[in-house]
């Protein structure tokens, strides 16, 4: 992580080098033709300049386009289905789909190696410290984003299990007024903003669009991937199938989500003794004995 890093940071330096002399000509080339050529020569080649560079421009979208496509024909279905799910859990991050994902991965699998091979060709590491930190960069290159998907769901799914009570509370109190199940998303949609409101709000526009209930209650449960969610939309799905009343069985999951957050509040403030255990340890304690214990040591060290 460290080489990468550097080699970005680099990169970077380098990037912002090549734009502010490429700015800082092209600004002396306006002046020049300005002032000296009378608004001619110089400047009809910063026009030349600029048409080139939109040439490249759009030879480099082409190609890009054509790489999507070939990336798109080239993947199976199967695989495309389960990155989408993965980028779902995920939040989309950047909006990428799954032909730009896997435009990622194959652009830092050809970067990422030979990133790493320079760094150990600048260090004079050798051959065999060449190849070993290519094989690093095709490791990272496979473990990075599939790694970094990973945490994006995992910090999305707790975001999403701390707005889940009151998220039922407000459910709750919609279908005891009256409403129906899908007035109630309704209501809540208008009332909450978040990230359980968000995968709702998708729901309810896919009931609209003529999904069944229960087909777009389960992509809910695929999209938030944590077991009080999974549990929620079950406990709808068989009250809806066996003909139970829905405010019933809202009311008992707000309260089962309320008791499961309270325990796991307690699970938290127990485990913080033992994780405080090591710090005091390692770091307090000896700084403690030093002050305390310091003058006596020197002490018995003077006199003995």
């Known amino acids: 992580?460290?080489?990468?890093?550097f080699f970005f940071t680099v990169m970077l330096f380098v990037y912002a080098f090549?734009?502010?002399?490429?700015?800082?000509r092209i600004k002396i080339r306006k002046r020049l033709g300005l002032h000296v050529e009378?608004?001619?020569g110089l400047s009809n080649d910063v026009v030349v300049d600029q048409k080139n560079a939109a040439a490249i421009n759009r030879v480099a979208i082409i190609m890009l386009r054509w790489f999507k496509r070939f990336l798109n024909r080239s993947l199976p279905g199967s695989k495309e289905a389960q990155i989408e799910i993965k980028l779902l859990r995920a939040g989309r991050p950047?909006?990428?789909?799954?032909?730009?994902?896997?435009?990622?991965q194959t652009v830092l699998?050809?970067?990422?190696?030979?990133?790493?091979?320079?760094?150990?060709?600048?260090?004079?590491?050798?051959?065999?410290?060449?190849?070993?930190l290519a094989i690093l960069g095709v490791v990272f290159a496979s473990v990075g984003p599939h790694y970094y998907l990973r945490q994006k769901a995992k910090k999305r799914s707790?975001?999403?299990?701390?707005?889940?009570?009151?998220i039922l509370d407000l459910l709750t109190v919609s279908l005891e007024a009256g409403l129906g199940f899908d007035?109630?998303?309704?209501?809540?949609?208008?009332?909450?903003?978040?990230?359980?409101?968000?995968?709702?709000?998708r729901c309810l526009e896919e009931i609209r669009l003529g999904r069944t209930r229960r087909e777009a209650l389960t992509g809910v449960k695929e999209r938030l991937d944590f077991d009080e969610i999974r549990a929620l939309i079950s406990g709808i799905l068989q009250a809806e199938k066996l003909g139970i009343g829905m405010v019933q069985v809202m009311r008992v999951q707000s309260e089962e989500v309320r008791d499961q957050r309270r325990q796991r509040a307690e699970e938290a403030a127990m485990k913080a003794p033992i994780k405080m255990l090591f710090p005091l340890v390692i770091f307090i304690f000896p700084c403690l004995f030093i002050v305390l214990l310091g003058p006596v040591a020197v002490e018995f060290i003077i006199n003995f």
Request: charged share 20%; glycine share 8%; proline share 4%.
């Open 94 to 104: 950047l909006n990428m789909s799954p032909v730009d994902y896997r435009l990622l």
């Open 109 to 132: 699998f050809v970067i990422l190696p030979i990133l790493f091979g320079a760094y150990a060709y600048l260090l004079n590491m050798g051959t065999s410290g060449m190849v070993i």
């Open 158 to 166: 707790r975001l999403a299990l701390r707005e889940l009570p009151d």
């Open 38 to 40: 009378g608004s001619r």
């Open 18 to 24: 090549y734009k502010f002399t490429e700015e800082r």
């Open 183 to 201: 007035s109630a998303l309704g209501k809540l949609i208008s009332k909450k903003h978040g990230i359980v409101t968000s995968e709702f709000q």
């Open 1 to 5: 992580m460290v080489f990468a890093t």
